[in-house]
């Protein structure tokens, strides 16, 4: 099953580089990470009013994994969520 993780900029304690390198070569080796990014500047396009669904969101994170048990222990190290903040994983089923 492919993932996509949100990453939500609401931690109680800023997140260090330090804690991201060690991160991302864990995601790296574990074979589960796919690729990601920071968010950069928005651009809506229509005409309807909508709340920003992005206000929050500072980067996402593609994932791969058949044991999301698994993915949830890696995810357990995520910098945002040991300095009090808020990731939202969800699935990507293939249609």
């Known amino acids: 099953m492919e993932y996509i993780l949100f990453i939500h900029d609401n931690t109680d304690t800023p997140t260090k580089e330090e804690d991201w390198d060690r991160f991302l070569a864990l995601a790296r080796s574990s074979g589960l990470f796919q690729g990601g990014s920071e968010i950069g500047k928005r651009i809506r396009l229509g005409s ?48």
């Open 48 to 95: 309807k009013e909508l709340s920003d669904t992005t206000k929050s969101v500072s980067g996402y994170m593609r994932f791969e994994s058949r044991d999301v048990e698994a993915l949830k222990s890696l995810l357990n190290e995520h910098p945002v969520l040991k300095n009090g903040g808020t990731l939202e994983l969800c699935e990507l089923p293939k249609t």
